[in-house]
């Protein structure tokens, strides 16, 4: 949406109020899209939001607060996101075995992209692996005979992980870290 301004069609000061269905070339708009962005272009193009986003920019003279808004929103997530993504994890959790579905308390620790964790008697991890940005999906599941009623997925290619939480401020403290690590987008 960066270069709509590229297409609009100014009408003369004393027009503006009657010629809001034409105020993009929407034509030209659309073929100067991408292939794969021609269809999600076209849907946005024909709804009455897009109007009025265009028709706001070319009658406003005030502030554009809508950008304003959105400016601060996206500024909030990153600094947030930012935050989050720098923090280090280290806490017990329960996780449920591999090979034997029983389940262990573990001290986990996720320092950059790498979750280990340790038998809390240990200092030598138990196991690791490389949390993948874009691939590492974290949900919250049902899981039948779990210890806690706080449990957690973690899935990583080739790699599943059930952990079970004490509170539900620990699974969701777990939840946000890992999301914000792996995850570009922060309303993910």
């Not at 964790?117 to 039948?144: E, M, N, R």
Request: with cysteine; aromatic share 10%.
């Amino acid at each position: 949406l960066k270069a709509y301004r590229e297409f609009l069609k100014i009408p003369p000061e004393g027009e503006r109020e009657s010629a809001f269905s034409s105020l993009v070339d929407d034509d030209a708009m659309l073929a100067s899209v991408s292939e794969d962005c021609t269809t999600f272009m076209k849907t946005l193009v024909a709804t009455q939001m897009f109007a009025f986003f265009v028709q706001d920019r070319v009658t406003g003279a005030q502030i554009d607060i809508f950008d304003k808004r959105v400016l601060q929103k996206l500024q909030r997530a990153y600094q947030k996101l930012k935050f989050l993504a720098a923090r280090k994890l280290n806490g017990r959790f329960l996780k449920q075995g591999r090979i034997i579905k029983n389940w262990k308390e573990r001290t986990f620790e996720l320092v950059g992209l790498e979750l280990k964790y340790f038998d809390p008697s240990s200092k030598a991890p138990k196991g690791a692996v490389q949390l993948v940005p874009g691939q590492t999906t974290v949900t919250i599941p049902t899981i039948k005979g779990a210890p806690t009623n706080f449990p957690l997925e973690i899935t990583v290619p080739g790699r599943r992980f059930l952990i079970c939480s004490k509170s539900s401020d620990d699974r969701r403290e777990l939840l946000k870290i890992v999301k914000a690590k792996t995850h570009p987008d922060p309303d993910r």
